[in-house]
């Protein structure tokens, strides 16, 4: 195969693509930000996008760097494993539809917290929600950011790490801009633009793919079979990645939980809820985000397969970006450097739009939960909030920068995967109580909260993940310290999500049960009727 | 936000919508459907977890060439999702949210 080593394709194609990308989207985002006046503009863009509008926005948000290159990636390594990864990502999308969505939207006014808070003590329910909403948001960014730095490295030729480093700043210096500019409205177009680019590209390879194999997906799997014959057929069944020991088969059980219970909790998808005008938007939203992320999920699959067939597991392992690098490296094989720039820019235009969603997420917790509501106690204008949510964005940015930084060359589905842990068990619990638990109070909201967050983080600094993990074939370090003389792991699992979510969901049931505080049936009437029927609910921004 | 609204002059405050037969048979209605769907989901799922990780061989077997039951199973999910997307959004669209809009302008009073 006639691939160079440092790089694929003609890194001026790939730039030029990508440059295209930012000037349109920057043109949308500009158009779509001269009615931006209010806070309902600039947090939930004004409530008036429509269903299959957000729909899509919200297939944008989620199909991150991590779905596409990651799981692909996965794929075509680990084969079967890798797999799981988009199931759980989609079953996910149940729990946000049955239980969440609607509710929320009906509740809520800009974020999370708004609805956490809402027949709790305001203020320390509030902080808690929003210092989840940020470690939540954080722990993503870290995975995009660090996507971006692969990424640049196999396209761009760039493979010293200062290099890698002005890149993932000039990425983030472009995501400021779109949410500065654009506020949510902006960001949303930007989500809607990339997702119908993302899922047209995936689809176009898909296509491909399956034709060279005439359309006879057990002979693409045969192929890919071929082409790795230290797997062979174990690419086809589960437990190359997960089932070698006790251990790792019960990390996949935690992997599996996380998943499936995280994406209902995490706070820049609960945001997207707020951008349409009512629950029934709401509704179809999230009906027509998991027609749109289901159907990519199943041609990730075939592009994963597809790149173990075509362009070969050691091609993947020897490419600067390694596993992430797979679906472009399929695209080059396929359609040759245009083909590859095309993929290449939409990946970067994933991470783009996914790094707005996370900043504008957070930035609104910070600005509306934080500063707005425990500080100013409410007595601030929705101006004075909006100001203070940009100087947060540019803090954000900031901190994206250089976590990325830092994080380049971390696996990104991986990174991701910790962030679903810390949403399922920081935030699910109490969202799921607060609505559906009358007795609920404020102390297990609490104790939910904080203990899911720090039993989460806490139990992943002393995994494998950060300390003490090695390559036992070559001695390489794969934690996130890669000095492998220090090792301070005990905790046995990569995500902690099979500990620290049941263990937060038990926490908001023992405090709720020690807590003497009387339940204000007065605020738990408004909120349940209010879920349910959607009176009271804000309104969509009439300009 | 005041607790007395124009509209139906029975139903006052929040509380007082809460505790009527109505809205009672509507939250029961919601619960029935959602809660029974969520288990279900979830269970078929954590039933497809637990093979994938315990008893790959099964998931090994090959069905016709070489799609496995494994691959199966997991094209099952992405079908059971849809389906459920699909059932769920058409029994809201249908059976909740008349009743739920019917009490909502009860409680918002029928200005708009």
Redesign the interface.
Request: aromatic fraction near 14%.
């Given at each position: 195969m006639l691939l160079p080593q440092a790089t694929v394709g003609d890194p001026k194609v790939n730039i030029a693509i990508f440059a295209l990308f930012v000037v349109a989207t920057l043109a949308i985002v500009i158009r779509a930000s001269r009615n931006n006046k209010s806070a309902a503009d600039f947090y939930a863009g004004g409530r008036s996008f429509t269903g299959p509008q957000n729909g899509i926005a919200i297939a944008g948000d989620y199909l991150s760097a991590a779905s596409f290159l990651g799981i692909a990636g996965a794929i075509a390594l680990n084969g079967?494993d890798g797999?799981?990864y988009s199931?759980?990502f989609?079953?996910a999308?149940?729990?946000a539809?049955?239980?969440v969505a609607?509710l929320l939207r009906n509740t809520g006014r800009f974020t999370m917290a708004d609805v956490l808070s809402f027949r709790l003590k305001q203020r320390p329910v509030r902080m808690a929600a929003a210092i989840s909403t940020l470690g939540v948001c954080f722990f993503y960014l870290l995975a995009q950011m660090a996507g971006a730095g692969g990424l640049v490295a196999l396209l761009l030729g760039i493979s010293d790490r200062a290099g890698q480093s002005v890149v993932i700043a000039v990425v983030g210096i472009i995501m400021i801009t779109y949410v500065l500019v654009g506020g949510m409205k902006g960001t949303t177009w930007v989500q809607i633009v990339k997702a119908v680019l993302l899922v047209l590209g995936a689809g176009i390879m898909t296509l491909w793919v399956l034709a060279k194999y005439a359309f006879?997906?057990?002979?693409l799997?045969?192929a890919a079979?071929d082409k790795s014959p230290a797997v062979g057929?174990?690419l086809?069944?589960?437990?190359l990645q997960?089932?070698a020991t006790g251990i790792s088969?019960l990390d996949?059980?935690s992997l599996?939980l996380a998943l499936?219970l995280g994406t209902a909790g995490l706070p820049h998808v609960l945001m997207r809820f707020y951008t349409v005008p009512n629950s029934?938007e709401a509704?179809?939203s999230?009906?027509w985000a998991?027609?749109i992320i289901?159907i990519f999920?199943?041609f990730t699959l075939v592009l994963g397969y597809g790149a173990a067939a075509l362009v070969g597991p050691d091609v993947i392992r020897a490419a600067p970006g390694k596993a992430n690098s797979a679906a472009p490296l399929l695209a080059y094989e396929l359609g040759g450097e245009i083909l590859l720039g095309v993929i290449s820019a939409v990946a970067f235009a994933t991470i783009l739009a996914v790094v707005a969603g996370l900043t504008i997420t957070a930035s609104a917790s910070f600005a509306h939960d934080i500063y707005g509501q425990v500080i100013k106690k409410g007595q601030v204008s929705g101006d004075g909030e909006v100001r203070v949510a940009r100087i947060t964005v540019l803090v954000i940015g900031a901190v994206a920068i250089v976590g990325g930084i830092f994080a380049n060359g971390q696996n990104i589905a991986f990174l991701v995967a910790l962030a679903f842990a810390v949403a399922a068990s920081a935030n699910l619990p109490t969202i799921l109580y607060s609505l559906f638990w009358r007795r609920f109070n404020t102390r297990g909201a609490l104790w939910s909260i904080y203990g899911g967050l720090g039993s989460a983080i806490f139990l992943i600094v002393f995994s494998p993940v950060v300390s003490g993990k090695v390559d036992k074939k070559t001695g390489a370090s794969l934690s996130m310290i890669t000095d492998t003389g220090i090792d301070f792991s005990w905790f046995p699992l990569d995500n902690p999500g099979i500990v620290s979510i049941p263990l937060a969901f038990v926490l908001g049931i023992v405090g709720t049960l020690t807590s003497k505080e009387q339940v204000d049936?007065?605020k738990?009437?408004?909120m349940?009727?209010?879920s349910?029927?959607?009176?009271?609910a804000e309104k969509a921004v009439a300009h | 936000m005041s607790d007395t609204r124009p509209g139906d002059p029975e139903l006052t405050t929040y509380r007082d919508v809460q505790l009527s037969p109505d809205f009672s048979e509507l939250r029961r209605r919601f619960r029935r459907f959602v809660f029974p769907m969520t288990g279900l989901f979830l269970v078929w799922y954590f039933v497809y977890v637990l093979l994938a990780d315990y008893a790959p061989k099964f998931m090994a077997h090959k069905v016709a060439g070489n799609i496995t039951v494994g691959l199966l199973f997991g094209l099952g999910q992405f079908v059971s999702t849809f389906a459920i997307t699909l059932l769920y959004v058409r029994w809201a669209d249908k059976k909740f949210d008349p009743d739920a809009k019917h009490l909502r302008d009860q409680i918002e009073g029928e200005t708009k």
């Open positions: 079967y797999f799981l199931i759980g989609l079953v999308w149940l729990v539809l049955l239980l609607e006879n997906l057990s002979s799997l045969g079979v057929e174990k086809l069944s589960p437990g997960y089932g088969k996949f059980i599996g499936v029934r509704r179809r999230v009906s998991i027609w289901g999920y199943l049936v007065d738990f009437a408004e349940e009727v209010r349910l029927t959607g009176a009271g | -």
